[in-house]
């Protein structure tokens, strides 16, 4: 999740100038959302980093049962958004971080009025997925690598030589246009290809 005291603060003005809208706190882990002393009905959170923000979304709606979650998350986070269908999600909507103010305000209020929010553009975005690039043996040993799993250990899993792993995964990383095998490994999880 960022923590960007500056955007925060920002989109806090933006909310705060707003007559029929109010904040009541900015906090800067979305877990803290969870013991605010006078519950929000509304709160936003802004992922754009690793963390998972279904799973934040749902500890939120757990521990105040009162509140709507409305999520910033980058379009291409087609690992979150194909789990959109699958998870209970009635009362979180989901904006591009590249909304305009003026489309965020309206995702608020939509949300905090009860209607679904999910941006067209994050929907446009599920229907333009990039094609996975890699073939099903790649896949597996990208996911033992996100298991932080070694080539050694890997190559006994797979009945492969340590050496033939590390081909394997200086391809993957070339395919995905990663800097290195952890990155690889994000890469593919954010495309939702792993």
């Given at each position: 999740?960022?923590?960007?005291?500056?955007?925060?603060?920002?989109?806090?003005?933006?909310?705060?100038?707003?007559?029929?809208?109010?904040?009541?706190?900015?906090?800067?882990?979305?877990?803290?959302?969870?013991?605010?002393?006078?519950?929000?009905?509304?709160?936003?959170?802004?992922?754009?980093?690793?963390?998972?923000?279904?799973?934040?979304?749902?500890?939120?709606?757990?521990?105040?049962?009162?509140?709507?979650?409305?999520?910033?998350?980058?379009?291409?986070?087609?690992?979150?958004?194909?789990?959109?269908?699958?998870?209970?999600?009635?009362?979180?909507?989901?904006?591009?971080?590249?909304?305009?103010?003026?489309?965020?305000?309206?995702?608020?209020?939509?949300?905090?009025?009860?209607?679904?929010?999910?941006?067209?553009?994050?929907?446009?975005?599920?229907?333009?997925?990039?094609?996975?690039?890699?073939?099903?043996?790649?896949?597996e040993v990208l996911a033992l690598v996100a298991q932080?799993?070694?080539?050694?250990?890997?190559?006994?899993?797979?009945?492969?030589?340590?050496?033939?792993?590390?081909?394997?995964?200086?391809?993957?990383?070339?395919?995905?246009g990663a800097r290195d095998r952890a990155d690889a490994?994000?890469?593919?999880?954010?495309?939702?290809?792993?």
């Amino acid at each position: 999740m960022q923590d960007s005291p500056l955007y925060r603060g920002v989109l806090a003005a933006a909310i705060r100038a707003e007559p029929d809208l109010e904040v009541v706190a900015e906090l800067a882990a979305w877990h803290e959302a969870t013991t605010l002393p006078i519950p929000a009905d509304l709160t936003l959170l802004d992922f754009g980093g690793d963390d998972d923000p279904l799973l934040a979304a749902a500890a939120i709606c757990t521990a105040v049962p009162e509140t709507r979650v409305l999520i910033l998350i980058d379009a291409d986070r087609h690992d979150v958004l194909a789990r959109l269908a699958t998870d209970d999600m009635d009362r979180v909507g989901f904006v591009t971080r590249r909304a305009s103010i003026e489309h965020l305000l309206s995702a608020v209020r939509s949300l905090a009025g009860g209607n679904p929010v999910i941006d067209p553009e994050l929907i446009a975005s599920l229907l333009v997925q990039p094609e996975n690039p890699l073939t099903g043996r790649e896949r597996e040993v990208l996911a033992l690598v996100a298991q932080g799993i070694g080539v050694g250990e890997i190559a006994g899993k797979l009945a492969l030589s340590p050496g033939t792993i590390r081909n394997r995964l200086s391809r993957i990383t070339t395919k995905v246009g990663a800097r290195d095998r952890a990155d690889a490994v994000e890469r593919a999880r954010r495309a939702g290809w792993l």
